[in-house]
């Protein structure tokens, strides 16, 4: 196996193949590469990160697919990271349609990587963040980071972004939005998709009454509401701009310096606590679940130990 | 302030007051109830617990109220954690409807405690847990743990149970069964609530397909399924039958051991998290955010050097 500091140069020179393989052994978490993923450290901080959130069935992942066609008709080179299990880009919803991305695919300015959400022993955050430094430092300079939006971690995930965009469907029941309202106040972008549907305008509407009544989490900054089309292509230019010009919002305003500090205080937790569930594992697991399992430790007195408390 | 130790001997007498005082101190995990959790922890290990999921629209609040109402009249002793934001439990959905908990409130044998999913610092499932034992070692002798059962948290959460039942609902679309598909392989029984209506007979039958397509999580125990109704009363003894068949299986096969472990495990690694988490906050965490957000550092170097690796 190619040590993993050998492929640094070919992902500094954008070269697929091996931004597909480091990715790949960051995503494990393996020690050998962590080397190669410090060094690569300093190399990222260019791109800008998108998060798109929104419940299954709010139309995201063509939302995705409709954004990265037109920011690469731009010339922008774009990286995508999916941890939807309902996206198209992660093998296709189980029971729901599965749309190709046949348009993006073998396209050299575009990476796409998917993510299981399920079965990761809770690294998932600190992996796709990993993801996103390689094609960061491998110059992708538009990187969307696509999750359903429910559950602690996917909310971590989507919120160690630059820019956030919450994806909400005209005419979704009250049980669905009942678990979107938990994920809206962390827009900066409101999108609503499917605006050709007759009750799309009350949706726009709905939000922005919702906006008005909370209290913005920048008073500098009022989360617009944008409506688009996938299919007719309607508003994906006006949601490209507003993008950017959130964007420059950040780096004028100098509040991209809170965003950053945000993102790198939840990386290096999220990596704490996958060490510490590698010490567990390699130091004598078996023998604290016993001890505690038979209440001669409680939890509190294992994990003590387990960090030499 | 009452020290948490001196609250012990009231808890094992099971005064609801002194169980409400230790459960929110726990639930806060303060430093100054972690003696006395240890103390109690020894206590513990004699309630049934039951963790119950499903997406929100399943029904399964309504379910909780039957569950509890039946076995209440069978002299059990019901302490009931609810960790769902769209559940009356918990103060209710956002938008939804509001179910209030009147025939149960106002019984001592019967103890009801919300937490909140969001803003919890990812100290969820600890906090849950510590509440399941503090009831268990207050006399609380069935235990539900209620959480929607979306989100890695929350799957967490459940599968600290003892017997795990996924609520499904007839006429639910696809887009939420998509959500639950992840969950479903968690069961050891189903449920199809709101059995009355005109459908549930296909998502009974559309469930024991799967049921027997997939491999079981454990080959001497297929999940049944029970259908039932919340409004009718239908089937909720058949299904505290079920789940009192369950109990009865794991004791006399032995496999209770193993779900043990799985919480124990679970239990060390959910507590270790919350201490990395804590001794950040307290050890130079603004350093150490600059430091990863300027990249002269990396979230890994960062972890390591907070864990002194």
Redesign the interface.
């Known amino acids: 196996m190619i040590p993993s500091l050998d492929l640094i140069p070919g992902v500094l020179a954008g070269r697929q193949r091996d931004v597909a393989r480091l990715i790949t052994r960051a995503e494990a978490g393996d020690d050998e590469c962590?080397p190669a993923?410090?060094a690569l450290?300093?190399h990222?901080?260019k791109a800008h990160i998108i998060g798109i959130t929104g419940?299954?069935?709010s139309g995201k992942s063509t939302l995705v697919k409709a954004l990265a066609t037109a920011a690469r008709q731009m010339g922008r080179r774009i990286g995508i990271v999916a941890i939807d299990?309902?996206s198209p880009f992660s093998g296709g919803?189980?029971?729901?349609d599965r749309i190709r991305m046949n348009d993006l695919s073998g396209d050299p300015g575009v990476f796409i990587r998917s993510m299981a959400?399920?079965g990761s022993l809770?690294g998932?955050c600190?992996a796709a963040?990993d993801a996103v430094d390689v094609l960061d430092a491998a110059g992708y300079d538009l990187i969307i980071i696509e999750t359903?939006g429910?559950?602690?971690?996917?909310?971590e995930v989507v919120r160690a972004s630059h820019t956030t965009l919450v994806v909400s469907a005209p005419g979704?029941?009250?049980?669905?939005?009942?678990?979107k309202?938990?994920i809206l106040e962390i827009a900066d972008i409101h999108v609503v998709s499917k605006c050709d549907k007759p009750d799309a305008q009350r949706t726009i509407g709905d939000l922005k009454t919702m906006l008005m009544l909370d209290m913005p989490r920048d008073p500098n900054w009022m989360p617009p509401v944008v409506g688009t089309s996938a299919e007719s292509g309607k508003g994906i230019d006006e949601l490209l701009k507003t993008i950017q010009t959130h964007h420059n919002y950040l780096h004028q305003s100098g509040r991209i310096?809170d965003r950053?500090?945000m993102?790198?205080?939840s990386?290096?937790?999220?990596?704490?606590?996958?060490?510490?569930?590698r010490?567990?594992v390699r130091h004598q697991?078996g023998h604290?679940?016993?001890q505690?399992?038979q209440?001669q430790l409680?939890?509190?007195?294992?994990?003590?130990q387990?960090?030499?408390?």
């Open positions: 962590r993923m410090t450290y300093q990222t901080g419940v299954p069935g299990p309902s919803a189980i029971m729901g959400t399920r809770g998932l600190r963040l359903v429910v559950g602690q971690d996917e909310v979704l029941g009250d049980d669905i939005q009942a678990i309202a938990g310096q950053l500090r993102i790198a205080e990386r290096i937790l999220k990596t704490a606590e996958e060490l510490v569930r010490r567990f697991a604290f679940i016993a505690v399992a209440r409680s939890p509190y007195q294992a994990a003590q387990l960090l030499g408390e």
